[in-house]
Structures are given as structure tokens and as C-alpha cells.
């Protein structure tokens, strides 16, 4: 069974920046994308970014321009790197790994809370 471990969330005041790393193990095929969703209070989850073994990123537009996604193959790891953050920005933030089978899984979810 994939296991995905996250870490790097937290407490942050808004404007401020944290990094949230995920590694996957256990690995019994390539994996495909790997990304970020996010879940607030109330709502329904919602992709924050992802980005394939080759590199193509797909980011949501309502971080565009403040976040970026790079990843390590090599260690099937892979980083959210987030900045100017706002109050809006708080929830749950999930881990998501794709592999060339199509199997999807998830992280335990971090939680990132952006104060005003």
C-alpha cells in the first residue's frame, strides 16, 4: 500500500509563506501526478496544484501567482511552497499521488491556518 507522509503545515499570519513537503513510499508503480488539494470548514475539497513526472503543473487560480509546486522524481516527493498567504487560504491540505495505473491516493491532510 502507497503511504504518503506530509509535513510542514501549521499557524502563519497572513502575508507570511510555508512550505508543505509529501513523500510517497511503498511505491509499487511509477507515479504519474502528484499534488496538493485543500479542504476549508464548509466546503467541498478543491485542487490547489498538481504537477506530472514530466513536469506540466496545473494550478488553481485562486493561488496562481503565489504558490509553486516543484517535485523530486528521484525521491517521489513533492513540495508546496506557498507565499503572501490570506485568511482564505486555511484548511486542510491533502496530499494526492497519481500512478501510471491510474490508482489515486491520499495523505493524512495538514492543517494550514492563516491569520489576519
Known amino acids: 500500500q502507497v503511504q504518503l507522509v506530509e509535513s510542514g503545515g501549521g499557524l502563519v499570519q497572513a502575508g507570511g509563506s510555508l512550505r508543505l513537503s509529501c513523500a510517497a513510499s511503498?511505491?509499487?508503480?511509477?507515479?504519474?501526478?502528484m499534488g496538493w488539494y485543500r479542504q476549508a470548514p464548509g466546503k467541498q475539497r478543491e485542487l490547489v496544484a498538481t504537477?506530472?513526472?514530466?513536469?506540466?503543473?496545473n494550478i488553481a487560480d485562486s493561488v496562481n501567482g503565489r504558490i509553486t509546486i516543484p517535485r523530486d522524481n528521484a525521491k517521489n516527493t513533492v513540495y508546496l511552497q506557498m507565499n503572501s498567504l490570506k485568511p482564505e487560504d486555511t484548511a486542510v491540505y491533502s496530499c494526492?499521488?497519481?500512478?501510471?495505473?491510474?490508482?489515486?491516493?491520499w495523505g493524512q491532510g495538514t492543517q494550514v491556518t492563516v491569520s489576519s
Open positions: 511503498r511505491t509499487r508503480f511509477s507515479i504519474n501526478a
Open positions: 504537477i506530472t513526472s514530466g513536469g506540466s503543473s
Open positions: 494526492y499521488v497519481n500512478d501510471v495505473v491510474r490508482s489515486d491516493y
